[in-house]
């Protein structure tokens, strides 16, 4: 049990290094540019688009700040913005499939995930899925009733010190948050796989990811991602690739599946504070990832058959 905690410990500290110098900077700079021209100029460069996707100029605000930090940022920007209960369905799905793209970019490339396979799946699935919404969708006009949380704005901060200190304030406690969860986590996980139990669960997932077209040995993967997701799941993902032997077509049908559905429990009861129904955007979620995988490994399973065949050799009688 010692040898368990202390081999957690180190992945967890391992891991939190790793992200930290992701978050840090990324979470500094964002800070600081909500004080500046800088981004309030980038939302307004994108606000005429938000008219394709059935959104108002506003709601550019999450979105930009849910792609580049995560999504508490995102919804507590929701939080303070009078929406539609459609608006606000539609940006939960939207940053449901689009969310932290830099931090979770960042570990599909440590497992060798290609860079514009992950944003073309991310971006394409948020994108697609609020112009069918908005399409399909003729309801949900009235004005959205926030749950738990109450809208409230920022204080108003000035100066560049100030400003300053405030970044450095949220970058810092986005790190410690991060080490409370994936430390802990990572010591768990760790006395679970020493145990065995982890691996029990895995196997348990090894029908669901056979059915996808993948082999057994990308299941612990796949359990993590849809667990713990990508950002705090990231120790375990890294992990369980390096010591499974994942192969790249299998890695790669595993991150489409967790592309579009990842930490499924809290990514989903997140969003109930915005009072809007979860159920479907949970059905939304794991509905596109197993089309959109099945999708994929038919057509690259396919592509071999047709390579094979081509590379048969031919005989005259």
Not at 58 to 76: C, T
Not at 82 to 108: P, R
Not at 149 to 156: H, S, V
Not at 218 to 242: H, K, P, R
Request: hydrophobic residues 55%.
């Amino acid at each position: 049990m010692i040898n368990s905690i202390k081999k957690g410990l180190q992945v967890g500290i391992k891991t939190t290094w790793t992200l930290g110098k992701i978050i840090f900077p990324v979470t500094l700079i964002v800070a600081v540019l909500q004080y500046t021209p800088i981004l309030p100029w980038v939302i307004k460069l994108i606000a005429p688009m938000m008219k394709l996707f059935g959104l108002s100029g506003d709601a550019a605000i999450p979105l930009v700040l849910g792609n580049f930090l995560n999504l508490y940022a995102a919804i507590g920007a929701i939080l303070t913005l009078d929406l539609t209960v459609k608006e606000v369905f539609i940006l939960a799905v939207m940053l449901s499939f689009s969310h932290n793209l830099i931090v979770e970019s960042g570990v599909a490339l440590k497992v060798g995930i290609k860079l514009w396979l992950v944003l073309v799946t991310r971006l394409g699935l948020a994108f697609t899925s609020a112009i069918v919404i908005n399409l399909v969708w003729h309801g949900g006009g009235e004005t959205a009733q926030y749950g738990l949380i109450q809208a409230r704005m920022d204080e108003e901060i000035t100066g560049i010190g100030a400003i300053l200190l405030a970044a450095i304030e949220k970058a810092g406690l986005g790190i410690l948050q991060l080490a409370l969860i994936v430390i802990p986590l990572m010591i768990v996980i760790q006395i679970l796989k020493d145990l065995q139990w982890l691996k029990k669960f895995s196997q348990g997932m090894s029908p669901i990811t056979k059915s996808l077209g993948m082999h057994e040995n990308t299941s612990t993967t796949m359990a993590a991602g849809l667990l713990f997701g990508l950002a705090y799941g990231a120790g375990v993902v890294i992990q369980a690739v390096e010591e499974d032997g994942v192969s790249k077509k299998d890695l790669t049908l595993a991150f489409l599946f967790l592309m579009a559905c990842h930490a499924v429990v809290e990514d989903t009861l997140i969003f109930i504070p915005l009072g809007i129904p979860v159920w479907p955007l949970f059905v939304i979620r794991i509905g596109v990832a197993i089309i959109l995988t099945l999708i994929v490994g038919f057509i690259w399973k396919r592509s071999g058959i047709m390579r094979r065949k081509g590379a048969e050799p031919t005989y005259e009688k």
